[in-house]
C-alpha cells in the first residue's frame, strides 16, 4: 500500500511540475495570439479531447507532465493542422519579444509555483525561533535540576571564566561544542546563565555534561518554535528560493568544470522516486511540498541552459534571428534539436544507471 502511495505522490509531484511549466507556454501563446491547436494533461494515448475555440485540451493516459503544441515550432513544420496558420499567428511571426516571453514562461511558471509553495509552508508551520527561547526542557536533564523554564530567553552565558553573550540557540551549540571550548578530559562545566524571564533578568548557575556522541557538551534544552507573520512567511520563502537557486547553478557550473565528479552526485529519476518516497514516508505534508518547491526550482533552471531543445536555447535562436532579420534554416535548427535531446537523455541515461546501482548496491 506504501508503495501505491508513494509512486501516486512521485507522479503528482514530476506531473504537477511540468504541467505548471507548459500551462506557462499555453498562457503566453494565447495572449500573444499564437495559434495552440493542443493542449494536453499528460503524457501517451489520447483518452478524452475536448475542444474549445481553437484549442482541443486532451486528457492523456500517462500523467506524467503535459505539451502545448504552437505554430511555428521547428518539430511542428510537417504537421498539417500548421498549413494554413498566418504567419502572424505564429512563432515566427511575432515580435522577438514575444517570443523570448513565450519561451520563458515555462520557467517563469516554475519559479511562481516554487515561491508559492514556500510562503505556503512557512506561513503555516512553524520554524524555529531566531531569538535563544528555551522551547522545551529535557527530564532530568541540568536545565531541568537548574529550574530552567520554558519560554525563557537565554541573553549570556558564563563559562570557563569567560561570558558569551547569545544572539541566537546556535550560539549556544557552537559555545557547548568541545571544539570551542577545548576542555581536556571533558566530564561537565559549571555554567552561569544570565537569562530573561517574565521581563525580569536573573542569573541562574547550572552545569553542562559532556556527551562524547556529539563531542559537545548538554543543557538539556530545544529551540522554541513560533509562528510567521504572512510578511516574514514571504521574505523567508524568497531567502529559501535564492539559496537553492545558487546551490543548483553552483552544481550546474561543476558539471562543466570538473563534469565526472559532479554527475556521480546527480540523480535522475530512478534517484528522484527513492527520495520522493524517503519524504512521503515520514508523512509530512510540509516536507512533500518543500521537495516539489526543490524540483520545480531544478527544473526551472535546467530548462534555462543554452541546450538547443530547452527554453534557453530557444530564446537564443529567437534574439539571433531577431538580430539578423530572418529564419535560421529550419534543417539545421531541427538538427540542434535533436543533439539537444540526445545530449540531455545520455545524460539522464547515466544517471538512471547510477541511481540503479545505489538503489541495488
Not at 501516486?8 to 495572449?31: M, S, Y
Not at 499564437?34 to 486528457?59: D, H, N, W
Not at 543548483?248 to 562543466?256: A, G
Request: hydrophobic content about 45%.
Amino acid at each position: 500500500m506504501q508503495t501505491i502511495i508513494n509512486i501516486i505522490v512521485f507522479i503528482l509531484i514530476i506531473g504537477g511540475i511540468i504541467f505548471i511549466h507548459e500551462l506557462g507556454h499555453f498562457l503566453t501563446a494565447k495572449l500573444f495570439g499564437v495559434y495552440a491547436p493542443e493542449f494536453s494533461l499528460g503524457m501517451g494515448p489520447k483518452l478524452i479531447g475536448v475542444k474549445r475555440g481553437e484549442t482541443e485540451y486532451q486528457l492523456r493516459l500517462l500523467p506524467i507532465g503535459g505539451y502545448v503544441i504552437m505554430a511555428g515550432e521547428a518539430d511542428q513544420e510537417e504537421n498539417e493542422m500548421m498549413k494554413d496558420i498566418p504567419l502572424e499567428r505564429t512563432l515566427k511571426g511575432i515580435h522577438t519579444w514575444k517570443r523570448c516571453v513565450i519561451m520563458l514562461a515555462g520557467v517563469f511558471m516554475n519559479f511562481v509555483l516554487a515561491i508559492t509553495l514556500l510562503i505556503g509552508i512557512y506561513a503555516t508551520t512553524e520554524v524555529q525561533s531566531t531569538n535563544p527561547i528555551i522551547g522545551t526542557i529535557t527530564e532530568d536533564s541540568q536545565a531541568s535540576i537548574a529550574g530552567l523554564e520554558e519560554g525563557d530567553v537565554i541573553n549570556k552565558i558564563t563559562v570557563l571564566g569567560s561570558e558569551y553573550v547569545i544572539a541566537s540557540f546556535s550560539d549556544i551549540q557552537t559555545l557547548f561544542s568541545n571544539e570551542t571550548l577545548q576542555v581536556e578530559d571533558p566530564d561537565y562545566l559549571d555554567i552561569v546563565l544570565e537569562i530573561t524571564r517574565d521581563s525580569q533578568t536573573v542569573n541562574i548557575d547550572s552545569k553542562i555534561v559532556y556527551d562524547s556522541s556529539y563531542d559537545s557538551f548538554i543543557l538539556g534544552i530545544t529551540p522554541a518554535y513560533v509562528s510567521l507573520s504572512f510578511g516574514n512567511a514571504i521574505k523567508i520563502a524568497l531567502m529559501s528560493f535564492q539559496d537553492s537557486a545558487l546551490l543548483i547553478f553552483d552544481t550546474l557550473s561543476e558539471l562543466v568544470t570538473n563534469s565526472s565528479e559532479t554527475i556521480s552526485q546527480l540523480s535522475g529519476p530512478a534517484g528522484i522516486y527513492t527520495i520522493t518516497a524517503q519524504v512521503t514516508e515520514t508523512g509530512s505534508i510540509a516536507t512533500i511540498l518543500s521537495l516539489m518547491a526543490l524540483l520545480s526550482i531544478n527544473i526551472g533552471i535546467f530548462n534555462l541552459l543554452p541546450i538547443p531543445g530547452l527554453d534557453g536555447c530557444q530564446v537564443i535562436f529567437a534574439l539571433i534571428e531577431g538580430v539578423i532579420g530572418k529564419e535560421l534554416p529550419i534543417k539545421i535548427k531541427y538538427a540542434l534539436q535533436v543533439a539537444g535531446l540526445a545530449l540531455v537523455l545520455g545524460l539522464m541515461l547515466v544517471v538512471t544507471v547510477q541511481d540503479l546501482s545505489r538503489i541495488f548496491g
